[in-house]
């Protein structure tokens, strides 16, 4: 078991050297919306008062956000499960925690894209008229 954790411990670092430190970046959760006159203030959000259609680009960041950290996040727990069954050694109840460790994983996954696919047909029609374009297009005029 502790070369299993070495292995894991060295891949993660090896990983972590090979990722362009452009994406160790925040999110910016005000992209696209055209709030008031100028569109960073000091603190990097908007400046000025904002409209309904900005609220709804800033909404569908977060929610873009947030999909794609529930993604990672069950992706890497599956990945996790799959380590500890390799590493079980015959032991059942690993295997048994190892094989719910990525049951619950692919569950959440699934609710994250049935959560988003509820959410994108609700603002679809709210926001394009059920038009078939993806409420992930808004554009503010």
């Known amino acids: 078991m502790k070369h299993v954790v070495a292995f894991s411990l060295l891949f993660l670092i090896g990983?972590?050297?090979?990722?362009?430190?452009?994406?160790?970046?925040?999110?910016?959760?005000?992209?696209?919306?055209?709030?008031?006159?100028?569109?960073?203030?000091?603190?990097?959000?908007?400046?000025?008062?904002?409209?309904?259609?900005?609220?709804m680009i800033v909404m569908r960041n977060i929610i873009t956000f947030g999909f794609q950290l529930a993604f990672s996040i069950g992706t890497a727990m599956i990945a996790w499960g799959a380590i500890r069954m390799m590493a079980a050694g015959g032991n059942e109840k690993t295997v048994t925690d190892a094989k719910s460790i990525m049951t619950s994983a692919i569950i959440g996954i699934v609710i994250a894209v049935a959560a988003w696919t509820i959410v994108n047909t609700v603002l679809s029609v709210f926001i394009q008229s059920g038009a078939s374009a993806p409420w992930s297009t808004i554009t503010c005029t």
Do not use: M
Request: hydrophobic share 40%; proline share 10%; charged share 15%.
């Open 15 to 55: 990983l972590a050297l090979f990722v362009p430190a452009h994406q160790a970046q925040a999110v910016n959760i005000w992209e696209g919306a055209k709030c008031g006159g100028e569109v960073i203030g000091p603190d990097g959000g908007p400046k000025g008062p904002c409209s309904l259609c900005d609220a």
